[in-house]
C-alpha cells in the first residue's frame, strides 16, 4: 500500500522597510495563509510599515523559485494543497513552463489535463504512446519485421516536436501534451 502525503509548503514572510534598515523582522508562516499576514502580525504591534516580502520558502517541490509577494506564495500554495506529493514534483515542471498561460484558479485542472505521466525515458513514452493509441492490427504488425525494431529513441523526436514535451527528472522524464 502507497501512502501519500500533501505538500505543505511553508514561508518565511519579512518587512521589507525593517530589512532596508539593516533589520531582519520576519518569521515563517504555512504559505496557504500567506496572503492574510499583515505586518502588525509581523512587528506584533501597529506598524506604519507596509511591505511584505517572501524572502525564503520550503516545500514548494521547486514550483516556487526565488523571492515573491506573500499573495503570490498563497497562491501557489492553493494550488499544491489540491495535489499529492507524487504530483508536486511534476506539478513544479509544468508550473514553471506553462502556468503563466493557464488561468491561475483552474492551474490544477490544466496541469492534470496537460500531463502524461512519469517515465524512463522519452523514447519509453514513445512505445508507451503507441501501444495505448493504437489499433489491434497496428499493434500486431509490430511482431513482424521490419517493425520490431523500431528505433523509439528516433520515434520519440516526432512526438516531442510535434506536442508533447519532456522535463527531466532523477529517472526519468514527466512529459507534458502542450499543443
Keep these: 500500500m502507497i501512502t501519500v502525503t500533501k505538500v505543505d509548503p511553508q514561508v518565511w514572510i519579512g518587512c521589507l522597510a525593517c530589512y ?17 499576514v499583515t505586518p502588525a502580525d ?10 511584505l516580502w517572501v524572502m525564503d520558502h ?4 521547486g514550483a516556487l523559485d526565488g523571492e515573491c509577494s506573500p499573495s503570490e ?15 508536486a514534483d511534476a506539478f513544479a515542471a509544468w508550473f514553471t513552463l506553462y502556468a503563466q498561460r493557464s488561468n491561475r484558479h483552474h492551474w490544477v485542472e490544466k496541469f492534470r489535463e496537460d500531463y502524461r505521466g512519469f517515465h524512463d525515458s522519452e523514447a519509453d513514452f514513445a512505445r508507451e504512446w503507441f501501444e495505448d493509441t493504437s489499433d489491434e ?16 529513441e ?5 512526438l516531442f516536436t510535434g506536442g508533447f514535451h519532456a522535463e527531466d527528472a532523477p529517472g ?6 502542450v499543443g
Design 137 to 152: 492490427e497496428d499493434k500486431a504488425r509490430l511482431t513482424t519485421w521490419p517493425y520490431y525494431d523500431i528505433d523509439w
Design 20 to 36: 532596508n534598515a539593516g533589520h531582519l523582522v520576519g518569521d515563517w508562516y504555512s504559505a496557504d495563509t500567506a496572503d492574510l
Design 73 to 87: 506564495a498563497a497562491e501557489i500554495a492553493e494550488a499544491l494543497s489540491e495535489l499529492n506529493e507524487y504530483e
Design 58 to 61: 520550503e516545500g514548494f517541490a
Design 154 to 158: 528516433r520515434a520519440s523526436v516526432e
Design 172 to 177: 526519468g522524464v514527466h512529459v507534458f501534451h
Design 42 to 51: 509581523l512587528h506584533k504591534r501597529e506598524t506604519s510599515h507596509e511591505e
